[in-house]
């Protein structure tokens, strides 16, 4: 066996040196490894995912598990999953065939019932929350427990055990993002739908455009673009947001409105007071979604029109 020191103290547990055990099951590096430390209740079984049956031999059908399935070689563009399960769950059945044969399975264990339906499903939620506020490429769908996921203190431990963990193990996207920690958030969501507000790439911004049916916000004196492509609903930057939220307004809609002003997708617009703009792109699940994120109102998907329709749907100032 081997020891690995980690240096650098992991960023929610600060000034905590940490140091962990390797062992090699298979007796090589190549094999089925084990990372272990004597001040975690937690450990890291990492092996390849074409290896996937072996994990058997290692936990107990009724044992609560937090994975990660990513394909470690450079020139890889697959999409990292984090999930959670029992030893029965069938891990990375919603990846399909997109399973390359580089990639590995990290699969994060525990002592004694210290992972269960609460503390599991946590820890997963958390580094799927860390790995999307860093744009770190997931192929999840979904952001476990949503706007229900606050943070705990007294589960913040395991979160940074496992983080650490699975950094010695060899999962270092994390650790590589928080050097370089991005400027902007390319997705926004409050629920459990990581897809709710995407900010639009350059490559969509040429080809929305071009291929999608373009639509104009019709509503009060707010000039804003918006475009159906591809089953989804592209709003272009410099449209309109009006500033003012109104108070028929939902709770949730009210919450992305916040998170759009707090990532700063949306800046103030010059000798307008009573709107601002959109500075980011972005796409969402329909036309109404927009209206009301852009509009501050409960309006739905008619306030959007061609752009040769000028039949107005909204009233005007108040």
């Not at 002592?111 to 770190?136: H, M």
């Not at 949503?146 to 193990?169: M, N, P, W, Y």
């Not at 990532?263 to 709107?275: E, H, I, L, N």
């Amino acid at each position: 066996m081997t020891q690995s020191d980690l240096i650098a103290a992991p960023t929610n547990a600060p000034g905590r040196g940490f140091t962990a055990t390797t062992v090699f099951i298979d007796g090589s590096a190549s094999g089925i490894r084990l990372v272990k430390s004597f001040a975690s209740r937690l450990s890291v079984l990492v092996l390849s995912f074409s290896e996937l049956a072996r994990l058997k031999e290692r936990v107990r059908p009724w044992d609560y598990v937090v994975y990660v399935i990513d394909d470690p070689s450079p020139a890889s563009q697959q999409e990292t999953y984090i999930g959670h399960g029992d030893g029965e769950r069938r891990f990375g059945e919603r990846l399909g065939k997109a399973i390359s044969a580089t990639t590995l399975i990290y699969v994060v264990i525990a002592e004694g019932a210290t992972f269960d339906k609460v503390t599991a499903p946590y820890v997963e939620a958390r580094l799927i929350s860390i790995c999307t506020s860093l744009n770190i490429p997931l192929a999840n769908s979904d952001l476990p427990m949503g706007r229900g996921l606050g943070i705990l203190d007294d589960l913040e431990q395991l979160v940074a055990h496992a983080e650490t963990l699975l950094f010695l193990a060899g999962f270092t996207r994390i650790e590589i993002a928080r050097r370089n920690p991005p400027t902007l958030r390319l997705r926004l969501s409050v629920t459990t739908d990581r897809d709710e507000m995407v900010a639009m790439t350059q490559e969509e911004m040429t080809l929305v455009p071009q291929k999608g049916v373009q639509y104009r916000l019709d509503c009060r004196n707010l000039d804003s673009v918006g475009y159906g492509w591809n089953d989804r609903f592209y709003v272009m930057p410099g449209s309109d947001y009006a500033r003012r939220t109104r108070s028929d307004l939902s709770y949730d809609n009210r919450r992305r409105r916040d998170l759009l002003e707090a990532a700063k997708w949306v800046g103030p617009a010059s000798r307008t007071p009573d709107k601002m703009t959109l500075n980011v792109g972005f796409h969402c699940r329909s036309g109404a979604f927009a209206a009301k994120l852009l509009s501050g109102e409960h309006i739905d998907e008619k306030s959007w029109v061609p752009v040769e329709t000028k039949a107005p749907t909204c009233g005007g100032p108040e």
